[in-house]
């Protein structure tokens, strides 16, 4: 049973850098045919994708974010990682991290619990 | 990029309702639009994708049907567990988007 889990700190100081970590558990992010996302929920409103890393290697970001966000992939430790740069308080709420079924049918079939990340000085 | 907007943004309802949220998408999808539930404090759980597909473990109460731009999911009677917000989302093509979501409540 493949599991995820963000970590990273609650608390990021306006204009400095948001950095999550998902660990999974129970699979390898290099086998099968999937996609690794970041998805997060601001307070009261709904579900804005990130972007997410291939087990190959190619990336897709959210235009939105595109100047802000890096993902990157550590396959020695089965982790993929996000980078925020500058954030502001728009940038506070719930991230999860996300495998999304890529054979035929996309979507996101395994979840992490969810962290929350406040951007507060 | 593909907007996706769902109505309604929430509704009422009754146990045993029969319940239907539509998804409209900006440019045509063929059947990549799946459906998500969120309950609060949860994690989102999938209940259609490819348009019309039950995942594994969803109860047969959820059906999904559409194809091109236009979506529906049913919920063929409303059981006290499914009030919570649902969101339909392309997996077309990046960037992936999410509809805006419907609460469903009593």
């Known amino acids: 049973q493949v599991q995820l889990q963000e970590s990273g700190p609650g608390l990021v100081k306006p204009s400095q850098t948001l950095s999550l970590t998902c660990s999974v558990s129970?699979?390898?992010?290099?086998?099968?045919?999937?996609?690794w996302s970041w998805i997060r929920q601001p307070a009261g409103t709904g579900l804005e994708w990130i972007g997410r890393i291939y087990t190959s290697g190619s990336i897709d970001y959210n235009p939105s974010l595109q100047s802000r966000v890096m993902l990157s992939a550590d396959t020695s430790k089965n982790q993929f990682s996000l980078k925020l740069t500058s954030v502001t308080a728009a940038d506070t709420a719930v991230y999860y991290c996300?495998?999304?079924?890529?054979?035929?049918?996309?979507?996101?079939?395994?979840w992490g619990q969810g962290t929350m990340v406040t951007v507060s000085s | 990029d593909i907007q996706m907007t769902q109505s309604p943004p929430s509704l009422s309802a009754s146990v045993g309702d029969r319940v239907t949220i539509t998804c409209r998408a900006s440019?045509?999808?063929?059947?990549?639009l799946n459906w998500y539930q969120h309950k609060s404090g949860k994690v989102p759980k999938v209940l259609i994708y490819a348009a019309s597909s039950l995942q594994s473990g969803v109860p047969s109460r959820f059906s999904g049907s559409g194809s091109g731009t236009d979506f529906t999911l049913t919920i063929s009677s409303l059981q006290p567990e499914d009030f919570a917000t649902y969101y339909c989302?392309?997996?077309?093509?990046?960037?992936?988007?999410f509809g805006g979501g419907t609460k469903v409540d009593i």
């Open positions: 129970g699979g390898s992010i290099r086998s099968g045919s999937y996609y």
């Open positions: 989302q392309q997996s077309h093509s990046a960037p992936l988007t």
């Open positions: 440019h045509s999808i063929s059947v990549y």
């Open positions: 996300a495998r999304e079924e890529g054979g035929s049918n996309f979507f996101f079939d395994i």
